[in-house]
């Protein structure tokens, strides 16, 4: 058995979550790891890039001499068959960390346009006002970089004259957005398609303005409350589905007011230093291991395993959807599902359906039997998701049904 090298595609050694790889998982899991750097500028003009790469990749960052240089690495990395984790980021690295542009991904889902954050984008005072005046906006209102982190770069206004006081800089992306009044907000971990933990957060009583001490959490605490994991975790899947990453720190807020649940920003270099190991017991580090293990246990499997590593994946992150996907999947996995049928759709989900019904029956044709063991061949071959070992959906809590149907039709023909 090969030995498992992860390579960390990171600018510096001495950050904290490169620090944190090496300690916390590749010690303990018995991995290698390496850091990319130092790299002959020359090897990437003539993309002489194999000596550099393990076949495991975190793509966390990398300063290039462009943003050429860096796509061209990341192109090489998509065209080797590695097993990766962030290469997927819509747009481009750089634009995945920019909240604006994060935003927009989640108004343009279906299933996050009620929870994104109406965000504009503004370069002045003027800017500001001029969205009150044309009540886009109202205050309280929150002004901050888009690239900001930390807490840090964020102003709350509570009036005009606040407003008026403020200070732009000219080399900095600003954006503007309404100020959500929240005792609390949760930091989900996100790792191959679910939420794999929550913190809870709470920032300094009576200082709302202090985002800083909100962003580290001045109190953590595990949320272990069902209805609410029920909601934030399959919320911070998706976001980080919408951004491209399999791995990502999801920030979400309550509105206090109306109870609506707001994705703040999805982080895709998010370290866990801030307590939520300790917090919630939930190993971050490992669990990404973990991922890149069975991901490389798939792909690499003779395809009759296929759905023996599937039902492995699911099984073991059943507990990480919601309870209403837990029961359905449940339901279809015993044989008790009856779904509707489209008979006139061709779309996979509803032949998976179809398949589903004809093996519940006493007898099936051999050409039936022929035509469920092409669609299975199908969905392997078509339907397996970017951020995960399940099929049909970017998130494990979408993807349930389709994943359930093709584990049970597997196992029935």
């Given at each position: 058995m090969r030995k498992k090298v992860l390579t960390f595609v990171e600018n510096s050694t001495r950050t904290p979550i490169v620090e944190g790889f090496y300690r916390e998982a590749t010690k303990k899991n018995g991995w290698g790891f390496q850091v990319f750097q130092n790299v002959d500028r020359i090897d990437v003009d003539k993309m002489n890039l194999d000596?550099?790469?393990?076949?495991?990749?975190?793509?966390?960052?990398?300063?290039?001499?462009?943003?050429?240089?860096?796509?061209?690495?990341?192109?090489?990395?998509?065209?080797?068959?590695?097993?990766?984790?962030?290469?997927?980021?819509?747009?481009?690295?750089?634009?995945?960390?920019?909240?604006?542009?994060?935003?927009?991904?989640?108004?343009?889902?279906?299933?996050?346009?009620?929870?994104?954050?109406?965000?504009?984008?503004?370069s002045s005072v003027e800017d500001v006002l001029k969205l009150v005046a044309e009540k886009k906006l109202e205050y309280p209102l929150i002004v901050k970089e888009s690239r900001g982190s930390l807490g840090k770069g964020i102003a709350l206004f509570k009036n005009a004259a606040e407003v008026k006081n403020f200070k732009f800089t000219g080399q900095k992306v600003y954006i503007a957005e309404p100020y959500i009044e929240a005792d609390y907000d949760w930091r989900v971990f996100v790792i191959g398609g679910v939420g794999i933990g929550a913190m809870r957060k709470s920032g300094e009583a009576g200082r709302p303005e202090n985002f800083q001490a909100k962003s580290g959490g001045r109190e953590r605490a595990n949320e272990l409350d069902p209805a609410v994991r029920d909601v934030?975790?399959?919320l911070a899947a998706r976001a980080a589905a919408a951004s491209g990453t399999e791995?990502?720190?999801?920030?979400?807020?309550?509105?206090?007011?109306?109870?609506?649940?707001?994705?703040?920003?999805?982080?895709?270099?998010?370290?866990?230093q801030n307590g939520f190991i300790e917090t919630t017991g939930v190993d971050v580090p490992t669990e990404m291991l973990k991922y890149l293990e069975e991901r490389d246990a798939y792909l690499s499997c003779d395809k009759s395993l296929r759905p023996l590593e599937v039902q492995k994946y699911v099984r073991e992150r059943l507990h990480l959807v919601s309870r209403k996907a837990q029961a359905r999947y449940n339901e279809i996995m015993n044989f008790s599902y009856r779904p509707k049928i489209d008979s006139g759709s061709e779309a996979v989900l509803e032949r998976l359906r179809q398949a589903y019904v004809l093996v519940l029956g006493t007898k099936i044709s051999?050409?039936?039997?022929?035509?469920?063991?092409?669609?299975?061949?199908?969905?392997?071959?078509?339907?397996?998701?970017?951020?995960?070992?399940?099929?049909?959906?970017?998130?494990?809590?979408d993807a349930i049904e389709e994943t359930a149907l093709y584990l049970s039709v597997s196992r029935a023909i």
């Open positions: 000596r550099y790469f393990s076949d495991f990749i975190y793509f966390h960052d990398y300063f290039a001499r462009s943003t050429a240089e860096c796509e061209r690495i990341r192109e090489y990395l998509r065209a080797s068959n590695k097993i990766t984790i962030n290469m997927n980021e819509k747009g481009s690295l750089h634009l995945t960390a920019e909240k604006y542009y994060q935003q927009g991904l989640f108004m343009m889902n279906p299933k996050l346009k009620s929870h994104a954050v109406p965000t504009f984008q503004v934030i975790l399959p791995y990502s720190g999801v920030d979400i807020i309550r509105d206090k007011k109306t109870g609506v649940y707001y994705v703040l920003e999805t982080n895709f270099s998010a370290g866990w051999n050409e039936q039997k022929v035509w469920i063991r092409d669609l299975l061949t199908e969905v392997e071959n078509h339907e397996l998701s970017k951020y995960g070992n399940f099929y049909g959906a970017d998130t494990l809590e």
